[in-house]
T-cell receptor, first 112, second 112 residues
């Protein structure tokens, strides 16, 4: 069974600081996704990582994928309050109709 | 235009009732999904479906059944609702090329 583990699950950080969220998964996969969810809202796609070594950046967020280590990171640079949300990583279960297996999510709170 | 839409947004019903949630996507995607998000925000795949194949998560009770009248629609029927069915249900769709999934706004189901 594919397991996806995120850490930390809760993160409180000050504005202007940097931090990294980690996502480990248990079986071979070349496709990993990061989503953002605001309270009471749907999931918004942030990054699609489709190969080993993939790195993508959008604003203050940067995601990377190391398929050999089965590890993805989501790096936050100079956090701002608007980044407060829950962040999920998800791995493609190619043997299940390409459904996604999600981590438990990281609840991020950015404080002044 | 809304890419993935769901109705209703909220659904409150009593135990033992039968209910349906509708989902439509206008993205031309081949594959659609139903996910359940519990009170701890954990997301789990229930079904994935394309015009050829239905894949069911084996942990989903057979009271839940997806029905697809056409490629753009995937509805979720739930029989004999139980208290534990209370959750937010998300519909999603994707194209196989990237696997990136687009989520609907969610349906918050409350069973009393």
């Amino acid at each position: 069974e594919l397991k996806v583990e995120q850490n930390p699950l809760f993160l409180s950080m000050q504005e202007g600081k940097n931090y990294t969220i980690y996502c480990n998964y248990s079986t071979t996969s070349d496709r990993l996704y990061w989503y953002r969810q605001d309270p009471g809202k749907s999931l918004e796609s942030l990054f699609v990582l489709l190969s080993n070594g993939a790195v993508k950046q959008e604003g203050r967020l940067m995601a990377s994928l190391d398929t050999k280590a089965r590890l993805s990171t989501l790096h936050i640079t100079a956090a701002v309050h608007d980044l407060s949300a829950t962040y999920f990583c998800a791995v493609d279960m190619s043997n299940s109709g390409y459904a996604l297996n999600f981590g438990k999510g990281t609840s991020l709170l950015v404080t002044p | 235009d809304t890419a993935v839409s769901q109705t209703p947004k909220y659904l409150v019903t009593q135990m033992g009732n039968d209910k349906s949630i509708k989902c439509e996507q206008n993205l031309g995607h081949d594959t659609m999904y139903w996910y359940k998000q519990d009170s701890k925000k954990f997301l789990k795949i229930m079904f994935s479906y394309n015009n050829k194949e239905l894949i069911i998560n084996e942990t989903v009770p057979n009271r839940f059944s997806p029905k697809s009248p056409d490629k753009a629609h995937l509805n979720l029927h739930i029989n004999s609702l139980e208290l534990g069915d209370s959750a937010v249900y998300f519909c999603a769709s994707s194209q196989v090329l990237t696997g990136e999934q687009y989520f609907g706004p969610g349906t918050r189901l409350t069973v009393t």
